[in-house]
């Protein structure tokens, strides 16, 4: 029996996404990042967006939390319908209203997030005073109980650091508190642990998980690690030039790829799951966004490739192949792999 969807929280409808940037002979280039993502997030869900670099999984997340830099990016056209609202339609008072409230994100780099000119305590408590109305002394309490919530002492002096005081992990634990500060519905985590040696990813990955648990949150997970994605996900969609190619449950992604850009990532992995695979190199590179090839993009890597492949663009589908809700947007669903 197909396993019961679970009520949606965060729906992306055909988002489109377009830079342009200046030559300097006057010629104006335009990089097609979006080119229509799909995706579907369900609530206390772990969705993993797994692709190439340069797929374009930081600019959906960003678009999601409402940090797309406009110019130079501009959304043409799509939806972004978080509880049934579109996102794209609220005003920025309203936006960010909802960013650090109801959709935080963590991020690769703590440095970059953390203001280096604030104490990180006070950072915590603008966050709830700002978003939950707290007052001064009710927020510094708020912000010892989230040290405590993210695995850190107790401690006002932790809380008197600034960011650059810290080590690594701590900055990394510090961010997670102060996105989780709100109870937020939807964690964005764009390649958290990357940065971290293998025993601190693998404490901050439990952190999360821990946490989307307690507080019932969703997770858009990013990851290069294809056995971080194997072990926290629940659904997993691909991203190809960005366009998602694929999407499905962990499980049939991992053991029944239907477009041959996730075989070819996937399949070769000797024990997936097992922790510590990083993406496939395939031969070939993600064209830029500025040079997007005809039909199906991923058509020049393709080893199965056909004539409709370089001329029409495939339409997401199941074709009877895959397990309920496991769609991918391939001509050719079915066919025999070369030898
Ligand atoms: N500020 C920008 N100006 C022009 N193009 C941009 C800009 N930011 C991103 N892009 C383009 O958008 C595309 C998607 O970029 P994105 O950062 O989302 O990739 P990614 O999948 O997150 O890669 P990585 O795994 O390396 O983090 C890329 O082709 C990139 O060249
Ligand atoms: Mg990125």
Redesign the pocket.
């Given at each position: 029996m197909a396993p019961a969807k679970s009520e949606t929280l965060l729906q992306i409808n055909d988002l489109d996404v377009t830079?342009e940037?200046s030559r300097g002979d006057l010629q104006i280039e335009t990089?097609h990042?979006l080119r229509g993502i799909d995706l579907t997030l369900g609530r206390g869900e772990v969705h993993s967006l797994v692709?190439?670099?340069?797929?374009?999984?930081?600019?959906?997340s960003?678009c999601v939390i409402g940090l797309l830099?406009m110019p130079?990016?501009k959304i043409n056209h799509g939806q972004l319908l978080f509880k049934g609202r579109d996102l794209l339609k609220l005003s920025e008072a309203e936006r960010r209203k909802v960013r650090g409230r109801e959709i935080a994100m963590i991020f690769q780099e703590p440095a970059k997030y953390l203001n280096p000119a604030l104490k990180v305590g006070e950072q915590i408590t603008e966050m709830v005073i700002l978003h939950l109305g707290m007052d001064k002394i009710k927020a510094g309490e708020r912000a010892l109980d989230l040290l405590e919530v993210v695995g850190l002492e107790r401690s006002k002096r932790i809380l008197k650091s600034y960011a650059h005081e810290l080590s690594g992990g701590m900055k990394q634990r510090v961010m997670i508190a102060m996105a989780i500060s709100c109870n937020p519905l939807l964690l964005i985590a764009?390649?958290p642990t990357t940065a971290l040696d293998v025993t601190l990813q693998l404490q901050i990955l439990k952190l999360i998980l821990k946490l989307k648990n307690q507080l019932s949150m969703s997770v858009l997970f990013?990851s290069?690690d294809l056995g971080v994605v194997y072990n926290i996900s629940d659904r997993i969609s691909v991203?190809y030039a960005?366009k998602i190619v694929e999407s499905g449950s962990r499980e049939d992604v991992f053991s029944k790829p239907l477009h041959p850009y996730t075989r070819l990532l996937f399949l070769s992995i000797p024990e997936a799951g097992k922790g510590g695979s990083r993406l496939r190199a395939i031969p070939g590179s993600?064209p830029?966004?500025e040079h997007i090839p005809s039909g199906c993009a991923f058509h020049p890597r393709c080893p199965i490739a056909e004539d409709i492949c370089r001329t029409e663009i495939p339409r997401s589908r199941n074709n009877g192949q895959g397990g309920a809700h496991h769609t991918a947007a391939c001509h050719l669903i079915g066919k025999k792999w070369p030898d």
């Open positions: 830079f940037q990089a990042a692709g190439e670099s340069g797929s374009g999984k930081t600019i959906t960003t830099p130079p990016g764009d390649e990013i290069h991203i960005g993600v830029d966004a």
